[in-house]
């Protein structure tokens, strides 16, 4: 994997940032505590495809791009959104500060950060080439999101409040962003990635990316929302069981990813006829991938010995009966209490 020149300015900047809010050692401490176990959640949910695993080479472009570019670009429209946010909402008066957060972490950063983070499955063409399969969106959205969170556990655990606690204070902010926001970020933008998928494989109009991208966005949104609330509104207590309740839903998003992953695996293949993988997948971080298209015919082949079956079966089943059958009804319900708790919060 190379970088770009614009990717290693980038690094450079972040970088030399991160050393001043934190110095030399604290930036080496909360960057290996954040990327070791992004790298294993990378893992995780790229073997998660039983079928045709995305080689490394693609997948550590996806992650550099979300924990590089991503975040460049992030803190640039987001402190622009913010700066017009300002000007537009003092030109009535005095303004709240709070309703400047509200707007800030709810509205402008799931909007920018949403759209920043998956653009490299449509610029790099390495990674657009390897995105011959519905779930193969998935993987790549997650892998940009993974390294966006990364990137930005760095950022927190070196905030001022982390730091001036010593490596402990450093250590306790990036442990609980690595069991909560990390996989916010990895949940958000494998919806986004399975959209661009879904256009790119099945040729779906470009409208199905902005629906997926959409509901990402309102996926962050809530869970920003959520996180603001127990800020401004809610007591200790109330602030560890929402805690305790988001920690529970990014581990269940991060199940349910993998587990779309697995079940758009195991119904059809949907390889594209000009782009066969060879079965010789790399498993290290530095292993070239490896392409053999020598003697493929124009036949989609099965892989491994293993059949796929047709992805657009027919059965007896209803529409709703297929609806209901697909709910994650463990999430679901956790979401509901998740909601229940706030609002009950709010109002009692």
């Known amino acids: 994997m190379e970088l770009s020149r614009k990717q290693w300015i980038f690094v450079v900047i972040l970088v030399l940032g991160f050393i001043a809010m934190g110095g030399v050692a604290g930036f080496i401490f909360a960057t290996i505590l954040s990327f070791v176990p992004a790298y294993y959640y990378l893992r995780s949910i790229r073997n998660a495809e039983k079928t045709d695993k995305e080689p490394w ?57 949403e759209f920043v983070k998956p653009i490299v499955m449509f610029r790099n063409t390495v990674v657009r080439s390897n995105i011959d399969e519905v779930e193969d969106g998935i993987v790549y959205g997650g892998a940009c999101g993974l390294g966006f969170g990364a990137t930005e556990n760095v950022l927190y655990g070196l905030s001022e409040e982390a730091v001036t606690a010593g490596y402990l204070g450093i250590l306790a902010v990036v442990i609980l962003r690595t069991i909560s926001s990390i996989l916010l970020h990895l949940v958000a933008t494998s919806f986004t990635g399975h959209g661009i998928s879904k256009y790119l494989v099945e040729g779906q109009p470009f409208s199905v990316v902005v629906r997926y991208y959409f509901l990402a966005v309102l996926i962050h949104a809530a869970w920003n929302g959520a996180a603001v609330f127990s800020m401004i509104y809610s007591d200790d207590l109330g602030g560890v069981i929402l805690l305790i309740f988001s920690i529970m839903l990014a581990i269940g998003g991060l199940e349910f990813s993998k587990r779309r992953v697995r079940e758009i695996d195991m119904e059809g293949s949907n390889i594209m006829i000009n782009q066969i993988r060879s079965n010789e997948v790399s498993k290290k971080w530095g292993d070239p991938s490896k392409w053999d298209k020598s003697g493929v015919s124009t036949d989609v082949v099965p892989k491994d010995g293993y059949t796929s079956a047709t992805l657009y079966s027919t059965d007896d089943r209803t529409k709703a009966q297929n609806w209901f059958a697909n709910i994650d009804w463990k999430s679901a319900v956790g979401t509901g209490i998740f909601l229940l708790f706030i609002l009950g919060d709010m109002f009692i």
């Open 57 to 113: 080479d693609a997948l550590k472009l996806a992650f550099a791009w979300g924990a590089i570019s991503g975040v460049f670009l992030a803190i640039l429209f987001n402190g622009l959104g913010i700066s017009l946010l300002l000007i537009f909402l003092t030109e009535s008066g005095p303004v709240s500060e709070d309703l400047v957060l509200i707007l800030s972490v709810v509205v402008i950063a799931p909007i920018v950060e």
